[in-house]
């Protein structure tokens, strides 16, 4: 029979689906915390090892990228962050680096797909799409400790129970929840153990061998590619024009909708800004 209440996060039940090596193998799970990527970063510049996870049922100042606020009710979605540090990697430091949340997006998506047969969008870089509504999202934050190794941690906010009525007014039409799609609520342990798990070998992947088959993964899942957009940078510049495919480093690449018939406009490559789709 369907459950129709979803069971509280439990370190327990998370191990119990774990599969993994690293990710995971060192977890803290909160009742609450102002943010899991703020407690992951000190965690971090303390030393704390690779594969480290920080979970919390709630946030109080859960945050967003471009210094959004992440809005973080308890007992419904995931809040999670992960400590990642570069292991002997066969591919130039940059690439990894731009890399990490891509590759995270889709890890996020392949659980989602596992767990509750839902197959998200990815909206480049990083925010999960269902039925053009954002359901979730990543924050990367770089960083080095005080022995100065470098970690990154990745943190994913991902509305799973979430009742749509629920939303703020603000996020209202724009904003989605999974259980939207599943009509039940789904188990957030066992998604938090599959997120890790589809997430660490696609990790090992990008580091030894880099991304020409997580490109093709990657792209397949993006409807940003193909689509008209705008891109907003932070000093408000703007840019109309058709996203064309990925560069080597994971860079949007965006021609511009050109003035003039017969003139060829070269692509622009695009890190970070906002990405709104206007049509495909
Ligand atoms: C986005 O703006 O789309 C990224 C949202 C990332 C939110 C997650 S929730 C867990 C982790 N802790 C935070 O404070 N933010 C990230």
Same mark, same amino acid.
């Given at each position: 029979?369907?459950?129709?209440?979803?069971?509280?996060?439990?370190?327990?039940?998370?191990?119990s689906?774990?599969?993994?090596?690293?990710?995971?193998?060192?977890?803290?799970l909160h009742?609450?915390?102002?943010?899991?990527?703020?407690?992951?970063?000190a965690?971090?510049?303390s030393?704390?090892?690779?594969?480290t996870?920080?979970?919390?049922d709630?946030?109080t100042?859960g945050?967003?990228?471009?210094?959004?606020t992440?809005?973080?009710?308890p007992?419904?979605?995931l809040?999670c962050?992960?400590?990642?540090?570069?292991?002997?990697?066969?591919?130039?430091?940059?690439?990894?680096?731009?890399?990490?949340p891509l590759?995270?997006?889709?890890?996020?998506?392949?659980?989602?797909?596992?767990?509750?047969?839902?197959?998200?969008?990815?909206?480049?870089?990083? #925010?999960?799409?269902?039925?053009?509504?954002?359901?979730?999202?990543l924050l990367?934050?770089?960083?080095?400790?005080?022995?100065?190794?470098?970690?990154v941690?990745?943190g994913?906010?991902?509305n799973?129970?979430?009742?749509?009525?629920?939303?703020p007014?603000d996020?209202?039409?724009l904003?989605?929840s999974l259980?939207?799609?599943?009509?039940?609520?789904l188990?957030?342990?066992?998604?938090?153990?599959?997120?890790?798990t589809?997430?660490?070998?696609?990790? #090992?992947e990008?580091?030894?061998h880099?991304?020409?088959?997580?490109?093709?993964?990657?792209?397949?899942?993006c409807?940003?590619?193909?689509?008209?957009?705008?891109?907003?940078?932070s000093d408000?510049t703007?840019?109309?024009?058709?996203?064309?495919g990925?560069g080597?480093?994971?860079?949007?690449?965006?021609r511009?909708?050109?003035?003039?018939?017969?003139? #060829?406009?070269?692509?622009?490559?695009?890190?970070?800004?906002?990405?709104?789709?206007l049509?495909?």
């Amino acid at each position: 029979m369907m459950s129709l209440t979803s069971p509280p996060l439990a370190e327990e039940e998370i191990r119990s689906t774990l599969s993994t090596t690293s990710l995971g193998q060192h977890l803290h799970l909160h009742r609450e915390l102002p943010s899991t990527n703020t407690e992951a970063m000190a965690l971090a510049q303390s030393g704390a090892q690779h594969g480290t996870v920080v979970v919390a049922d709630r946030q109080t100042t859960g945050r967003g990228r471009q210094g959004r606020t992440w809005f973080s009710p308890p007992g419904v979605n995931l809040y999670c962050s992960v400590i990642i540090r570069p292991t002997r990697l066969r591919i130039p430091h940059a690439d990894w680096l731009s890399w990490i949340p891509l590759v995270s997006a889709l890890a996020a998506a392949e659980a989602v797909r596992t767990m509750a047969g839902i197959r998200l969008a990815l909206k480049w870089p990083n #925010d999960l799409l269902c039925r053009d509504r954002k359901v979730g999202g990543l924050l990367c934050e770089h960083g080095t400790d005080r022995g100065q190794r470098e970690f990154v941690v990745v943190g994913i906010g991902l509305n799973v129970n979430l009742p749509p009525e629920a939303l703020p007014e603000d996020l209202a039409g724009l904003a989605g929840s999974l259980i939207e799609e599943s009509h039940h609520p789904l188990n957030r342990n066992r998604l938090l153990a599959q997120f890790l798990t589809d997430l660490e070998p696609l990790l #090992d992947e990008l580091g030894t061998h880099g991304t020409a088959r997580l490109a093709h993964g990657y792209a397949s899942a993006c409807t940003t590619i193909g689509t008209q957009v705008r891109i907003t940078w932070s000093d408000s510049t703007e840019l109309v024009g058709l996203a064309e495919g990925l560069g080597r480093d994971g860079a949007l690449l965006v021609r511009p909708l050109q003035p003039r018939r017969g003139m #060829d406009t070269p692509l622009v490559e695009v890190r970070a800004a906002d990405v709104i789709h206007l049509r495909r």
